[in-house]
């Protein structure tokens, strides 16, 4: 997944518009396919693979599969509490998935020392901090979007995600908390290996290490104070 980029204020283009048009029509017709858990979470992870997109735009590709789901859901007909839950949980894995991938990638660029300005790294860490809040509330937008039985159950769906937590949330902070943890660590065996006179390696350490660190607490806290509000 990439770093995060500018995003553009144009409208989506043709090809964008019929890519989110496939996925909604592979999510419905996936309502009527067996595992549709596993189904939902390949669907989503190929979605974010293909794209090759940054977090920013996850509420494009979670809105489409959840469309999709709830269209597929209402033309089956009967009862569609149990696939709902299912179709959740599966954009839930993928978006789990995929915020590690994300971690993964700013924890390796961390322990190599690369040199994040200070808008950069914060604007990762919040993609990430914010992701579950982005997720929830993209389905409680397709909720109000939609109608009649749909409406309330993925409604009720979102507010108990939204007070029980996700995959996608553990995953994150998980994650940040492991970043802090590492860039701790790995702070503190490359001070060791340093010679007393490397000053200026040391002073390069210990400002990767303090960027990284105060971007990350401030992460975890304000994504605490987000889960209280």
């Given amino acids: 997944m990439n770093e995060a980029h500018p995003t553009a204020t144009t409208e989506p283009s043709m090809s964008e518009n019929t890519q989110l048009a496939q996925w909604r029509d592979e999510a419905a017709a996936a309502v009527s ?15 974010l693979h293909e794209r090759r997109m940054d977090l920013k735009e996850l509420r494009e590709i979670v809105g489409a599969i959840t ?7 209402v033309e089956r007909g009967g009862e569609i509490r149990e696939g709902l839950k299912q179709a959740v949980s599966g954009l839930d894995d993928a978006v789990s998935s ?10 390796e660029a961390a322990d190599q020392g690369q040199a994040f300005k200070d808008n950069e790294l914060k604007a990762s860490l919040e993609q990430l901090r914010d992701l579950e809040v982005q997720f929830v509330d993209t ?5 109000s979007e939609s109608g009649g039985k749909l409406r309330e159950e993925l409604d009720t769906l979102s507010e108990h995600l939204k007070h029980s937590g996700t995959r996608t949330g553990e995953q994150v902070r998980e994650a940040l908390q492991q970043m802090a943890s590492g860039v701790k660590a790995g702070t503190e065996a490359g001070r060791e290996k340093l010679s007393e006179t490397a000053s200026i390696t040391t002073g ?7 960027g990284v660190l105060a971007a990350v607490s401030d992460a975890l ?9």
């Fill in 221 to 229: 806290k304000r994504q605490s104070d987000r889960l209280r509000s």
């Fill in 139 to 143: 389905l409680k937008q397709t909720a």
């Fill in 67 to 73: 469309s999709g789901i709830g269209s597929g859901l």
């Fill in 33 to 47: 396919e067996p595992d549709l858990r596993e189904r939902v979470r390949d669907l989503t992870a190929r979605a």
């Fill in 98 to 107: 995929a915020a590690q991938k994300v971690s993964y990638t700013l924890r």
């Fill in 204 to 210: 390069r350490l210990s400002e990767v290490a303090s």
